[in-house]
């Protein structure tokens, strides 16, 4: 377990005269971002002095296989249904003015930008709290926590499969890119930084699967579930894995992956189990040449009863197998029940009944742990070919920091530009149309010639600090909070 440690992405909105917004539940509009020049009236009804305000910071909160167990993480999963209406309850909070979600099997992590960092971290911490039923003191031994720079950095790696149980697998870009299209929508919650930041998350997983060998001979879920039943079925079962009977509930995409590892190592009998057999139908056609029977949740029970190794990987939200229930079926041969969803579909109790072999995905650490090793020279290919993608991210968010500010430097140089050739106006009556436009072309030359070299330094600067340091400066000398 890990502490609840700091180190260091787009919602959906709506379009109000070209700013991304979120929409309060009291119909109000709130701004995606603080309003990067924002106006406040004063007493008298006159308006107040104009604050510049810096870009929110991203951050995320969340938990994953390496920090939590997976009956810790089922209870914050969210199906992907709900991915949305998670964020938007989330730019209810007062430090959240963008956010998204990213529920799986492994991890689960929410991404939102804050004004205030610590702010937004205090208000999404307890949101999960309280959406969980999990305290906060006892959420935070699970949970992780990123800022800025690490926030960036733990995106790209998680989108590029870095952080996946399976190093280099491919459903977690699908799931990246999910939550990009989700928080990107017309009701998401993701603005403008959030919106870049998944976009680039899912650029650069493409890129570290197409410019490095990091995804080939990775492994899915599915087939280090199958390789973990190929390792338990001797010790266990006192067979070979294709001598054995396979029950798999559910037909979704984990299943479809099952099916297909489990005929290439040669299996002969498998039934799958859904609640839709319209659905368990459709997975069939996709192997006409495999003997898979077909059967209902009704008779679950019965195929568990006659099958070897059952694979849970269902939908359900919550157990849907018990001491209770498997107890009278398990009769006196071992049997190996392997439960790969999250939350997941086995009960703990399951492990007290003697003649039941229960694993869940977090046995596969084991399976997956050998090919880690091989595949680290590949994951520094890959890292490093995400630095690029973080660079160029973080140029730009900076870059978007700082447009306040020059807005407000040429806004005060161009008051003082007309001011002053106002008041010499008088003195050029003489002057002809011609000429007074020369005079008003050179009078703004030179202003942005003076102008130029403050606005290009302030462009370049890499470094947080000294960009903060720079622009608390200018703000100064020019008066610009005036």
């Avoid at 899912?202 to 039943?229: H, M, N, P, Q, Y």
Wanted: contains cysteine; glycine residues 6%.
């Amino acid at each position: 377990m890990v502490g609840f440690v700091s180190v260091g992405a787009r919602v959906g909105t709506k379009q109000v005269n070209g700013q991304g917004i979120c929409q309060r539940r009291d119909g109000a509009p709130r701004a995606a971002h603080r309003v990067l020049v924002m106006k406040q009236s004063g007493g008298n009804g006159q308006p107040k002095k104009q604050k510049v305000v810096a870009a929110g910071k991203v951050c995320v909160i969340g938990l994953s296989h390496h920090t939590a167990t997976v009956e810790v993480r089922e209870k914050l999963a969210v199906p992907e249904a709900d991915w949305q209406s998670v964020a938007r309850d989330m730019c209810e909070l007062a430090g959240v003015s963008e956010a998204a979600v990213l529920s799986t099997c492994n991890r689960f992590e929410v991404y939102f930008v804050a004004e205030d960092s610590h702010q937004g971290i205090f208000e999404v911490s307890n949101f999960l709290s309280k959406r969980s039923g999990v305290p906060v003191v006892e959420l935070r031994k699970f949970l992780f926590l990123l800022t800025e720079e690490d926030c960036i950095w733990h995106m790209l790696r998680v989108s590029a499969g870095l952080d996946s149980l399976v190093v280099g697998e491919g459903q977690i870009l699908s799931q990246v890119r999910r939550c990009y299209e989700l928080a990107t929508e017309s009701d998401g919650a993701a603005g403008k930084v959030l919106g870049k930041f998944l976009n680039t998350a899912v650029a650069a997983g493409k890129r570290a699967r197409s410019e490095t060998d990091i995804a080939r001979g990775a492994v899915s879920i599915s087939s280090a579930a199958v390789e973990l039943a190929e390792m338990k079925s001797m010790p266990d079962l006192n067979k070979h894995l294709r001598e054995t009977k396979i029950c798999i509930l559910g037909a979704g995409k984990m299943s479809r992956l099952l099916v297909q590892h489990l005929l290439s190592r040669e299996v002969t009998s498998i039934t799958i189990v859904n609640r839709s057999l319209e659905r368990a139908e459709d997975l069939a056609r996709m192997f006409p040449d495999a003997p898979i029977e077909l059967r209902t949740m009704g008779k679950m029970l019965e195929c568990i009863e006659q099958s070897d190794i059952t694979f849970a990987s269902t939908g359900a939200q919550e157990p849907i197998l018990f001491k209770e229930n498997l107890a009278p079926v398990a009769g006196d041969e071992k049997k190996v029940l392997i439960d790969i969803s999250v939350p997941l579909n086995v009960a703990a109790d399951v492990s007290e009944i003697e003649t039941i072999a229960a694993y869940n995905v977090d046995d596969l650490k084991a399976v997956v742990a050998k090919n880690q090793a091989r595949r680290r020279a590949l994951i520094i290919d890959a890292e490093n070919l995400l630095r690029e993608e973080q660079k160029t991210f973080t140029s730009w968010l900076h870059s978007i920091g700082t447009v306040p500010y020059i807005t407000r430097l040429q806004t005060r140089a161009e008051a003082i530009r007309a001011e002053e050739l106002d008041r010499v106006m008088g003195k050029l009556s003489n002057l002809s149309k011609s000429e007074l436009l020369a005079v008003e072309k050179l009078s703004k030359g030179i202003v942005n010639k003076m102008l130029h070299g403050p606005m290009s330094h302030i462009k370049e600067l890499a470094d947080v600090e000294e960009r903060k340091l720079v622009l608390k400066n200018l703000e100064a000398m020019f008066k610009l909070g005036a």
